[in-house]
């Protein structure tokens, strides 16, 4: 991962520097921008592997940022910001980030939470599980593994990593009673820092982009059941 490059877009200078820092130490090339012009601009010149976004910019909104940057690059937005109720989460993932963190945070969370993000985009791009991997169909659902695209009544459905990976994991454990902490360790691939509420963001999302209310059913206090 130590040739990764990861862009910083906040505001707040010490927080900022924090971040630089610790991630620096682990290896990383890092890029700060404290507005969100720059960090458009930043995001476009330097072609980053990963943003690290806060919401609350001086010029620009961290919405407004995470909509135009995956407008043009599919890229893992990680949003960090001090809204922490559930309706920003959806706000923040509508505008296509993969991951969200609220202020405050413990360092180590935002680390673990970008490894587990690295490691989960390289599983998907291994030759051996993506060139071998047969397509599926269900419902009016269409998956191409190769490709990593999914259609729905023939139209291309825009799916960020982490919706893509929740949905092969379900699939691939249909049928199955699955715990919100199988599923975040799993997926998201951490599960020491990880809140499990985040999972059933991602569900609902998931449910309204494919219209798989039927398929992803809700099993009381325990998860998840896949059923096709």
């Given at each position: ?20 820092y610790r991630l620096g130490k682990e290896g990383f090339t890092v890029l700060t921008a404290a507005t969100g012009s720059k960090g458009l601009e930043l995001a476009q010149a330097e072609q ?181």
């Open positions: 991962m130590q040739d990764k490059k990861i862009l910083i877009v906040e505001d707040d200078q010490p927080i900022a520097e924090l971040l630089a980053p592997d990963l943003l690290l976004l806060d919401w609350m910019l001086p010029d620009i909104s961290g919405l407004d940022v995470c909509q135009q940057v995956t407008q043009t690059r599919k890229i893992p937005i990680i949003m960090v910001t001090a809204k922490n109720l559930v309706e920003d989460k959806i706000l923040g993932l509508e505008a296509g980030a993969d991951d969200y963190i609220t202020k405050p945070f413990d360092v180590r969370e935002v680390v673990a939470r970008i490894k587990a993000t690295f490691r989960r985009l390289e599983a998907q791009a291994e030759p051996s599980s993506a060139d071998s991997a047969e397509e599926i169909s269900f419902a009016d659902i269409h998956i191409d593994p190769k490709g990593m695209t999914v259609t729905k009544a023939g139209q291309v459905m825009e799916l960020t990593h982490l919706e893509y990976s929740l949905l092969m994991y379900f699939y691939q454990n249909c049928n199955q009673v699955l715990t919100r902490d199988q599923i975040l360790d799993s997926v998201w691939g951490y599960s020491y820092f990880g809140n499990t509420r985040t999972v059933d963001i991602h569900v609902l999302r998931l449910r309204r982009k494919l219209g798989l209310d039927e398929q992803i059913q809700t099993v009381f206090k325990v998860g998840y059941k896949f059923i096709i």
